[in-house]
């Protein structure tokens, strides 16, 4: 996923990617790196250390009039993201191309920050380095673009951050710091043994640098924990100091300690390129210093939530249309009518919490809650029940009825409601195999509910033993037909139309909760089912909830269980 669309505003490549097609063209030691991939486009691997050089030297030449020199050992820097914390210190100290002051810890061989901010500014750099080979390049870089009267490059002891490096400039004050510190503390961290969550992929780059540059002890938060405690000696010295981090997670305890020293203004941003994230955090002891506002969360709120959709085609809609009386629809239903009932009967069977909530003329819309996760390995279920129902004790073969007992009534039952005074178990003789009908009404289970999906078919269970769940005599559903104590029906109930069986006897059954009134819940969510043309569309918008993987899951369930119907008409 590409980040570059939350680059800073000013950075010129946030709408403008490098065409690295042009710069082959332009460039031949660019060109070498460059290939094409089988849809035509210009591609780069960065993965190649000469690949990531390249592209680096060339954007600088190209953008900045920059010629630099990178040995591959030492850390390459990806300018879109160093060009982001230059513009963020443009925002820090209030100007562009204003003479600044400024300070750069641990310059690197490229010397980048004090190259750009020179270039484009006009700022006076003092850059410090340890490393000897970065430091020999730093300063060789400097000379070759003619900029030595507005950047100092310094080699200081190991170790050294603000306090030793302006022992020598005690009369300057200096408007910024900036530093990219090391980030890793040892060498299984920089490769991200303990520090790269496993979900994450892999980098997309190559890391070049070196020891001094990719670690440091107790890494970047020990480090930027050090260059705070300078700034409370120097304070006022500088009046920003910035530090840019590469882990989320240094953010709050560099915030806590700057808290807990006191330091009156403190901010901090992102900085985003491709699919790198970086952060950065500053601080300052000045009162009259203007604090750029910290990232908005609301841009990841106004982020678009596109809602999971299918289409139902108008051939597939008139099946269903045709279908609908034998789920209590009215005759001749429209088509957002008859997909809304649908919807309704299978929300029903999988006890997802659901209501008609107001919306526009030509469409339907339900709340559903979801409470459980019934629509997974939902056949698995249906195997498991049959089973169970033909290991129950069977009734002697002279054909007398047996009244289950209260335990094997709750073990038959997944919803724990009882037929106890009602239910019979009965053996079939042969002649009631062969010439024994059963009676009108008793091949379904009916029942409304409450969303007036009235029908609700039973699958045959093309078992051999057969388990009757008869009707109580006192029911007074107008649908409901009495079974014969003595006719038996050859069918198994699958557990997700028993609970519509209960309420189809007369009994007391507890009627299921308001979706909204739920507290503990998988997730909420928004169905819209609307008519485009002569079609019909079933849009699903999440609304909250733990996973959006399980809102899915229901969206494709709910799809294929309308096509089942369309390829299987109920009843066949």
Known sequence: MSLNGSMHPRNRYKDKPPDFAYLASKYPDFEQHVHTNLAGRAMLNFKEPEAVRALTCTLLKEDFGLTIDIPLERLIPTVPLRLNYIHWVEDLIGGQGEPRRGIDIGTGASCIYPLLGASMNGWHYLATEVDDICFDYATRNVEQNNLSDLIKVVKVPQKTLLMDALKEESAIVYDFCMCNPPFFANQLEAKGVNSRNSRRPPPSSVNTGGVTEIMAEGGELEFVKRIIHDSLQLKTRLRWYSCMLGKKCSLAPLKEELRKQGVPKVTHTEFCQGRTMRWALA??????????????????????????????????????QSQAASIGCLSNPRPVETITAWLEKTLSDLKVLHKRVPCGRKEQSLFLTAVENTWIHRRQRRRDQGRHLRELPRAPPSGTSTTLSSATAQQHSTTHTLYSS????????????????????????????????????????????????????????????????????????????????????????????????????LFKCLVNVKAEEQDVAVEIQWVEGQNKDMMNQLCTYLKNTLFKVVAKPLGI
């Open 283 to 320: 601080w300052s002891f000045y009162d009259d210093v203007t604090v750029p506002s910290p990232p908005s969360k609301k841009r990841k709120l106004e982020k678009s939530r596109k809602p999971l959709s299918f289409m139902l085609l108008q051939p597939t809609v008139k099946e269903l």
């Open 422 to 521: 009602h239910s019979d178990l009965h053996t079939p003789t042969a002649a009631q195999g062969q010439g024994s009908a059963p009676q009108s009404g008793t091949n379904r289970a009916d029942g409304a509910n409450s969303q007036g999906v009235s029908c609700v078919p039973v699958e045959n269970s093309g078992t051999e033993e057969d388990v009757i769940m008869e009707s109580s005599p006192t029911s007074t559903t107008p649908n409901t037909t009495t079974a014969l104590p003595t006719t038996t029906q050859k069918q198994e109930t699958p557990p997700e139309t028993q609970e519509e069986e209960v309420g189809a006897t007369g009994q007391e059954v507890m009627q299921p909760q308001s979706p909204s009134a739920v507290q503990h819940f």
